[in-house]
């Protein structure tokens, strides 16, 4: 299922996350620039330089880990610069789900949580491989870390998807409305049987395992890093009717109410 949007209004702009998203971009075309200098023939050559200076590959940081330690963050924010459905997919996950994670931790514990599940999710394909020397690249593994908080903060959430069973375009039409748990329920069950469907390969391809590294953290630390702030009412699902149909969430516009006043001496971003 490809989601296409939420109905959960945040409070506040959430800089954090768009500031990922632009990095994530910027490095993208960067990549794209540095291709194109390299001309036609010059361009695998150089993808792959790029992508093993900058991916994480397991073989190298279990033989030189101090070395390779960077490339557990720079491979974050490096996508397949074969085209953009990678860097596009990851960028609509991240659009969608990452606005109300920060909005409910906050922008630096947002920043911090981000960061986690991303070597998280890269520890984990290491132990699974060690032995790899195909660079893993993608923010995909700190995102799902992101897909976990969300559906732990709000399962219920009404989440627009394109509809992906062509007969019920016939009484849905082409986008439906879906709670928030279900998608997220699907992301990681496709991952798992992904992944173990992969164990003892040794080509490339998509780190699920990562997925699942990432997806876990990001359960196990929402509730460290949400320890002192208080739950927050939201828009829930309560049937399936298309988008057109549901009536106007009473939670106001982004941005339309303001956060709950802090005690003085608090830090207002979030710690």
Avoid at 200 to 223: D, E, N, P, Q, Y
Wanted: proline share 11%; hydrophobic share 50%.
């Amino acid at each position: 299922m490809v989601p296409l949007r939420d109905r959960l209004p945040v409070r506040r702009p959430p800089y954090v996350n768009w500031l990922i998203i632009v990095v994530n971009v910027c490095v993208f075309v960067w990549t794209q620039a540095l291709l194109s200098v390299a001309g036609p023939r010059g361009a695998e050559a150089r993808a792959y330089d790029l992508l093993m200076e900058y991916g994480l590959v397991p073989a190298r940081l279990v033989q030189e880990p101090l070395a390779a330690l960077p490339t557990m963050f720079s491979s974050m924010f490096m996508h397949d610069p074969s085209g953009w459905a990678h860097l596009g997919g990851n960028m609509l996950y991240l659009w969608i789900f990452g606005d109300n994670v920060e909005d409910a931790m906050g922008s630096r514990r947002y920043a911090l949580f981000y960061v986690l599940c991303g070597m998280a999710a890269a520890l984990a394909q290491v132990v699974v491989n060690p032995s790899s020397v195909v660079p893993m690249v993608g923010a995909s593994g700190a995102i799902s870390g992101v897909l976990a908080a969300y559906g732990s903060l709000y399962p219920r959430s009404p989440i627009t998807v394109l509809n992906p069973i062509l007969p019920l375009w016939l009484f849905f039409g082409l986008f439906l409305e879906l709670p928030a748990w279900v998608i997220i329920l699907e992301y990681f069950v496709v991952n798992l049987f992904s992944g173990l469907g992969s164990l003892g390969g040794t080509g490339g391809g998509v780190a699920f395992f990562a997925h699942l590294g990432g997806f876990v953290a990001g359960a196990l630390l929402v509730r460290v890093f949400l320890r002192d702030k208080p739950p927050r009412d939201h828009d829930r699902w309560t049937q399936f009717r298309p988008p057109a149909q549901r009536p106007k969430s009473p939670y106001g516009p982004p941005y339309g109410a303001p956060p709950p006043r802090r005690p003085s001496g608090r830090d207002p971003w979030g710690w």
